[in-house]
Nanobody, 123 residues
Framework: QVQLVESGGGLVQAGGSLRLSCAASGRTFGTYAMGWFRQAPGKEREFVAAVAWSGSSTAYADSVKGRFTISRDNPKNTVYLQMNSLKPDDTAVYYC????????????????WGQGTQVTVSR
């Protein structure tokens, strides 16, 4: 059984920064791609960023490119999302998830999800 636990969310002013962490259980963390998604009230869950198992390849939604950075530390079973220049539109619950698939931007291919952490960006 894989467990993913997010942390680091909170309330921040526009222009500020937050760093989300996702700690994973299990011995196979380093063999899976990991992704971050978000869901705002009344909206569908959307892709934010993903990183391949080795950390050598990343992908970002256009809305966060240049502001967010995804990274991973395989020995620590942890994936991070550094969020800079935050905007009110970034307000959402952020989820980390795992996928065995090559297509790391497709939400339906992720099989394990964390419980989410709230990020609120005030004007």
């Amino acid at each position: 059984q894989v467990q993913l636990v997010e942390s680091g969310g909170g309330l921040v002013q526009a222009g500020g920064s937050l760093r989300l962490s996702c700690a994973a259980s299990g011995r196979t963390f380093g063999t899976y791609a990991m992704g971050w998604f978000r869901q705002a009230p009344g909206k569908e869950r959307e892709f934010v960023a993903a990183v391949a198992w080795s950390g050598s390849s990343t992908a970002y939604a256009d809305s966060v490119k240049g502001r967010f950075t995804i990274s991973r530390d395989n020995p620590k079973n942890t994936v991070y999302l550094q969020m800079n220049s935050l905007k009110p539109d970034d307000t959402a619950v952020y989820y980390c998830a795992r996928t065995p698939a090559r297509s790391i931007t497709t939400v339906t291919l992720y099989d394990y999800w964390g419980q989410g952490t709230q990020v609120t960006v005030s004007r």
